[in-house]
């Protein structure tokens, strides 16, 4: 709940403890919102949304089981035009907020006033535009299709929205190939471009505004060579760093150029939006001064069926052995998370996770998880979920422990802190188990399907299985499999 | 085994794992209120019982179906049988265990789903042959096998295995053959139920839409003696006026103390006619699978909040509605959800199909309460006037089966 009395009238952010050294180096630190009671001890995560929610979570679940302090949204989601009805505002800009703090992206939302909203242009991932951005405006991937998105009509979207964290926006190109120099210069120039204009408006508005519902900014940093943005770097550093509230890292290893470039912007919390894929990337993220993440892969991993099961510190070595691991002759190595799909746990009424005191693990068992999959029935993902975010939870706070009782006089090899990473690193698999779990149907904006790879299955093409096809006496004795799933 | 009790003020009935107390009755139409404690505790009649088809209720967790108030939800028994299968469910304990639901569970008996989702089934004296959906090798559903899977699921009210026909089927040679076939296959099915200390099983009265027929064969399950009374073979597509025949014509012969339950039968309107007529449980998927569609059930009628019209309605679901998702968001574990929100995700996101059907259940729930404090302030015909008002323009528009039936036992929509 918000309670406006106990609520700071401006952002603020204090590293409580660097940890090892000065620099890019893990921290601790505590995150306090404009007109918001909730303080977010970090290092720690903000949930990812599709579409406004914790995908499978209702608001009620998110305040009640989930433990994430931020909910990072896209604004992609909230602007398609259908076809029919092309010329329609977007609805949310209309949310009546008839309860101060009037914010509107939360009351249409309906996500809970604990929960503080971080929004930015695309999703995360992002789905990587044909168009490309032009010097005023970027591509968006929407329900309906691309669609050019104007950065004053960005801007004006963050005013009529009020999240309580913006990034502004930032000339990505969202591949995974590395861009060429040229490209990486432009991306530079067109951003700090952005930024500038960002700036001379929303000076302007937040001088104005009730500070409950003033909007922190969090300054994009680059996926490119910090020498190729040092410029723009530099401008915020200099021109902006009092207005500014964070920085949004899309890339975590330009952050030590920047400590001994610019070290005053790392006073500022860092927000990671690199969306690392295991936790052995956040560890490592975090060495190199990361204090909040936004984590794609819970949900991925919840809709695979898998249930994360590794806690920070981890446990002792010896105690452990890994059943699944016989075969490679590597005892002692523990798998990430456990695919719930697998018939093994068909008849298991043992906890997901022995310790675990989430809702799931208190009041169900693996038998209906691997039921609930199985019958590809929607609990199985939102019990998952539930889970999944909690072993998160308990993972950024062994890391707060750890960090917290670390000594800052030590060698950095001798750190508590750095010892635990590298028995994490040992201990657990490189990779998260793929789920062999049915996963939820894609639908049009979690992906772009590409020509010429309908039929063939490979990456790019249909993304759903059939939901319905033609009766077939034949075709339903060959494959019975298919017809077991009877509508109820 | 049936032993009832008369006493000045409550008139109340138990057998071996069921005790049916009459609250109050209504004095013009044939309502009742009623208790009916069962081995995972009391409940209120009359109710309606949401499906929780594969031991789930459409993406609810339990403890938010917990909060609708609902404390007794369906299981199908073809369903579970299939997946997980009776050794998991005999392996893990029965199926309250599987799902984590502490409260009561009603099973059918599987031959409804054989007959209707399966090409081929068959229907001979020993069972209902039909093909496997795993492998398509012949299978045999006889009434001992529903009831060792009923046993074990561990449902505490478990249904017969019964011949089910279309009602509205001209063969009346055939439609007399599955009645009595179905008398028959329920002293089998009580000769095999294994817990009558601890699971009711309740028998299904067919017939068809063949009034004389539905006589015949109340008065020989009726004489089985069985904890409660099913009526069963209606809602499939039958006209409404036959439908409420039947029931009234059930009614009117079953005992007094023992629960009516009138089975598929989930429209507002069939709910608020069945209870006049003196049903009191009731069961259907169409709250929650229209939901999934992105229908939300509200008394002014079903919206379909997909359409454009909603997009910028920022109103509640149901203006006035109590559940969770439309009450403001602020009090303890209400949500504040708006249409424009639901439009938003449904047929998106899994969570605008979690809303509606937390908003349906408690709807279709919530009209049983209100039905319930009706008859026992005995203003039910102001509750049946009241609720019609609400979900028509006018008394024209009145669906005139419904008013017939409601004539029927003494509640005119049309005095003034």
Not at chain 1, 452 to 476: I, Y
Not at chain 2, 64 to 84: D, F, M, S, V, W
Not at chain 2, 324 to 340: H, L, S
Request: charged residues 20%; glycine residues 6%.
């Amino acid at each position: 709940m918000s309670d406006e009395s106990n609520a700071p009238a401006v952002m603020t952010f204090e590293v409580l403890k660097a940890a090892v050294r000065d620099g890019a180096a893990a921290r601790l630190g505590r995150l306090a919102l404009a007109g918001r009671k909730t303080v977010i001890d970090t290092p720690n995560y903000f949930a990812n949304t599709s579409r406004g929610t914790v995908p499978h979570v209702t608001p009620d679940n998110i305040s009640k089981h989930l433990q994430t302090g931020g909910a990072y949204m896209a604004l992609e989601d909230f602007i398609e035009k259908p076809q029919q009805y092309s010329t329609r505002r977007p609805p949310i800009y209309d949310t009546p907020t008839p309860v101060p703090p009037a914010k509107a992206l939360h009351n249409f939302t309906a996500m809970p006033p604990s929960v503080i909203t971080i929004l930015g242009a695309r999703r995360l991932p992002a789905v990587p535009s044909p168009m490309g951005n032009s010097n005023k405006s970027v591509s968006v991937f929407t329900s309906t299709g691309f669609q050019v998105l104007a950065t004053d009509e960005y801007q004006a979207a963050v005013q009529a929205l009020k999240p309580d964290i913006a990034v502004p926006l930032a000339d990505l190109t969202n591949h995974t190939m590395t861009p060429t120099s040229k490209r990486a210069l432009r991306m530079a120039e067109r951003t700090d471009d952005w930024i500038k204009a960002w700036f001379a408006e929303q000076d302007a508005v937040n001088a104005e505004a009730n500070p409950t519902t003033r909007v922190s900014t969090f300054a994009p940093v680059l996926p490119i060579n910090y020498s190729i943005q040092w410029e723009y770097l530099e401008r915020l550093a200099e021109d902006h760093f009092h207005s500014l509230s964070g920085l949004a890292v899309y890339d975590p290893d330009v952050l030590p150029d920047i400590a001994s470039g610019y070290p005053d912007l790392l006073k500022l919390p860092q927000l990671s939006l690199a969306a690392p894929v295991t936790p052995h990337h956040v560890l490592r993220q975090i060495t190199l001064g990361i204090d909040v993440f936004v984590l794609p892969f819970i949900n991925a991993v919840s809709d695979s069926g898998v249930a994360l099961t590794f806690s920070f510190p981890p446990p002792p070595s010896q105690s452990t052995t890994n059943p699944n691991n016989e075969k490679t002759g590597t005892p002692g190595i523990l798998p990430l998370g456990i695919d719930m799909s697998s018939t093994a746990h068909q008849t298991d009424l043992s906890p997901l996770v022995d310790s675990c005191t989430c809702y799931t693990c208190t009041s169900h068992h693996r038998a209906f998880i691997q039921h609930l999959l199985s019958a590809r029935e929607m609990l199985g993902w939102t019990l998952l979920q539930i889970h999944n975010h909690a072993v998160m939870a308990n993972f950024f706070a062994g890391i707060r422990q750890s960090l917290s009782s670390s000594s800052t006089t030590t060698d950095e090899e001798d750190n508590e802190f750095t010892k635990a990473c590298a028995a994490f690193h040992t201990l657990y698999e490189p990779e998260l188990p793929a789920g062999m779990g049915e996963r939820p149907r894609a639908r049009g904006y979690h992906f772009k399907s590409e020509g010429g790879k309908e039929k063939s299955g490979e990456k790019g093409g249909k993304r759903n299985k059939p939901a319905w096809t033609k009766f077939d006496d034949e075709k339903v004795t060959a494959t019975g499999q298919q017809s077991s799933q009877p509508p109820n | 085994m049936w032993a009832a009790k008369r006493m000045a003020s409550t008139m109340s009935a138990s057998s071996a794992a069921l005790t049916f107390e009459l609250v109050a009755k209504c004095s013009t139409t044939r309502a009742r209120a009623s208790i009916l404690t069962l081995p995972h505790g009391p409940v209120n009649l009359p109710m309606f019982m949401p499906v929780a088809t594969q031991a789930s209720l459409k993406g609810l967790t339990p403890e938010q179906l917990e909060a609708t108030g609902c404390r007794l939800c369906l299981n199908n028994t073809y369903h579970l049988g299939l997946k997980p299968g009776q050794e998991v469910l005999d392996a893990v304990g029965g199926a309250h265990k599987l799902q984590g639901w502490n409260h009561n569970l009603l099973t059918d008996s599987g031959g409804f789903q054989m007959v209707s989702l399966l090409k081929l089934a068959t229907i001979t004296e020993e069972g209902v042959r039909f093909l496997s959906p795993h492998d398509g090798s012949p299978m045999l559903l006889t009434p001992e096998h529903s009831m060792s899977l009923q046993n074990s699921i561990g449902s505490d009210i478990m249904m017969q295995l019964d011949d089910v026909l279309v009602t509205t089927s001209p063969d009346a040679v055939r439609m007399r053959e599955a009645m009595e076939r179905s008398v028959r296959w329920l002293d089998r099915c009580i000769a095999a139920h294994k817990n009558p200390d601890r699971q009711n099983l309740f028998c299904i009265i067919q017939g068809g839409l063949d009034l004389d027929m539905r006589r015949e064969c109340c008065r020989e399950m009726v004489a089985r003696d069985t904890p409660g009374i099913a009526i069963g073979g209606l809602s499939g597509g039958e006209a409404k006026d036959d439908f409420c025949k039947v029931v009234a014509t059930c009614t009117e012969l079953l005992p007094e103390l023992k629960p009516r339950y009138v089975m598929g039968i989930g429209y507002p309107e069939d709910l608020v006619v069945s209870v006049a007529l003196g049903a009191d449980m009731f069961d259907c998927v169409w709250p929650t699978r229209t939901a999934r569609f992105g229908n939300a059930v509200t008394k002014f009628g079903v919206l379909n909040i997909r359409r454009e019209k909603y997009a910028a309605d920022f109103g509640p679901i149901e203006e006035g509605c109590g559940c969770p998702c439309c009450r403001p968001a602020g009090e303890e574990g209400m949500m504040g959800i708006t249409r424009a929100f639901v439009h938003h995700n449904a047929a998106k996101e899994t969570v605008a199909a979690h809303l509606l059907t937390l908003h349906n259940v408690w709807y279709q729930l919530d009209l049983m309460r209100q039905a319930r404090e009706a008859i026992i302030a005995d203003r039910y015909p102001a509750f049946v006037r009241q609720f019609f008002e609400q979900l028509y323009p006018d008394r024209q528009s009145y669906p005139s089966w419904a008013t017939t039936a409601l004539r029927g036992v003494g509640i005119d929509l049309m005095d003034p």
